[in-house]
């Protein structure tokens, strides 16, 4: 257990000179408020209200560091506070722009579209087979077996046969292929003699087929189509689930 020293003397009206075995000090103030200082950069101020034993300390360590490599880590913890603080700021006027743009986007959503699809150009297109003639991918599979001819190591090795036998499986796939073109071909004049009729129905099933907005569902969570008059397709865009921006599109 150690000893300690401490005497204080006043030496003015409100002044006290306080000395101590580690440091020398002085305070000032009247009662309820003083003020001490020390020899060691130490400051102490005390506020209280006389007769309630209330009172309020601030303290001030005033340490200070003789080594250069204290001195450059302080700094350097203020230079990163201030990085971060700057950061923050960066952060904030990022999302700022993001939530603009965003709102920039719903705005003009009803620009965004797919390109214009030609109806009446589908409606009088054309198959080989709507006039009894070969589809071109039989044609292009029975052209690559007349033109083939037998290389030297095919020769050699009693491969070409298998390989003309290749071929011919080839030109059967490939009039599998024609049919379907045609099969999916006649289906879709089908579809657009049906859209320049004003069919309401062909309209919800081209769009139900085709998605043409999906790639802007990340703007909201979907869209509702209404058709009240055969020119006018009403697209209800849903930000979230009570906010809709509606947009009028001619068909």
């Known amino acids: 257990?150690?000893?300690g020293f401490r005497k204080s003397f006043k030496v003015a009206p409100g002044v006290r000179l306080n000395v101590s075995h580690r440091s020398v000090g002085a305070s000032v103030g009247v009662?309820?408020?003083r003020h001490s200082v020390n020899s060691r950069g130490q400051s102490r101020t005390t506020a209280s209200i006389p007769g309630t034993g209330l009172s309020f300390t601030s303290t001030n360590s005033g340490r200070s560091?003789?080594?250069a490599a204290h001195n450059q880590r302080q700094q350097l913890l203020r230079q990163q506070k201030e990085i971060m603080k700057q950061e923050e700021l960066q952060r904030s006027k990022y999302e700022v722009d993001l939530f603009n743009n965003q709102i920039e986007l719903i705005k003009s959503i009803h620009k965004e579209c797919d390109e214009n699809i030609d109806w009446q150009?589908?409606?009088?297109?054309?198959h080989p087979y709507h006039s009894g003639e070969k589809g071109k991918h039989e044609l292009e599979a029975i052209n690559n077996l007349n033109n083939f001819k037998p290389s030297f190591t095919q020769k050699i090795f009693k491969s070409a046969e298998k390989e003309k036998q290749k071929l011919n499986e080839n030109i059967t796939l490939a009039i599998e292929q024609d049919k379907q073109e045609f099969e999916e071909l006649n289906r879709t004049?089908?579809?657009?003699?049906?859209?320049?009729?004003q069919?309401?129905?062909t309209y919800f099933q081209v769009i139900e087929e085709m998605s043409p907005l999906d790639d802007l569902l990340d703007y909201g969570?979907?869209?509702?189509?209404?058709?009240e008059d055969p020119n006018i397709l009403e697209v209800d865009f849903?930000?979230?689930?009570?906010?809709?921006?509606p947009k009028k599109q001619k068909v």
Not at 190 to 197: E, G, L, P, R, Y
Not at 221 to 227: D, L, R, V
């Open 221 to 227: 969570s979907g869209f509702e189509f209404f058709i």
């Open 121 to 126: 150009q589908i409606s009088i297109s054309k």
């Open 238 to 245: 849903m930000v979230n689930s009570k906010d809709a921006i």
């Open 31 to 33: 009662k309820g408020l």
């Open 199 to 201: 069919d309401a129905d």
């Open 65 to 67: 560091y003789k080594s």
């Open 189 to 197: 004049i089908k579809i657009a003699h049906k859209v320049m009729q």
């Open 1 to 3: 257990m150690g000893f």
